[in-house]
Nanobody
């Protein structure tokens, strides 16, 4: 069974840090681009950061550039999102998704991050709350 499982969320004060993990089971991540997305209450799901399968290409939303870092460890079948200098507006449920970037409409990590509605393989999410 193909599965993505997110972990690492929690409650953190503004300025704090968290590291999210996205672990795959039932398939190997090394052939897939992985993206982190988030959805706050009443808002649409948005792309936060995406990373390619093998050449290291990454994309970051402007709102997280310089604060978040995406990385992958294919040997552990896991992708990480290191989140530093967290702000209250980062509060959301964070999801990871996988895509092969071989479809006609998603061929780059940037396109992947911009089109969450086109993605089919999702985890169940982990809550991140930034509050004092």
């Amino acid at each position: 069974q193909v599965q993505l499982v997110e972990s690492g969320g929690g409650l953190v004060q503004p300025g704090g840090s968290l590291r999210l993990s996205c672990e795959a089971s039932g398939f190997t991540l090394d052939s897939y681009a992985i993206g982190w997305f988030r959805q706050a209450p009443g808002k649409e799901r948005e792309g936060v950061s995406c990373i390619s399968s093998s050449d290291g290409n990454t994309f970051y939303a402007d709102s997280v550039k310089g604060r978040f870092t995406i990385s992958r460890d294919n040997a552990k079948n896991t992708v990480y999102l290191q989140m530093n200098s967290l702000k209250p507006e980062d509060t959301a449920v964070y999801y990871c998704a996988a895509d092969s970037l071989t479809s006609a409409w998603i061929t780059t990590v940037q396109a992947m991050c911009y089109t969450p509605l086109m993605l089919n393989s999702w985890g169940h999410g982990t809550q991140v709350t930034v509050s004092s």
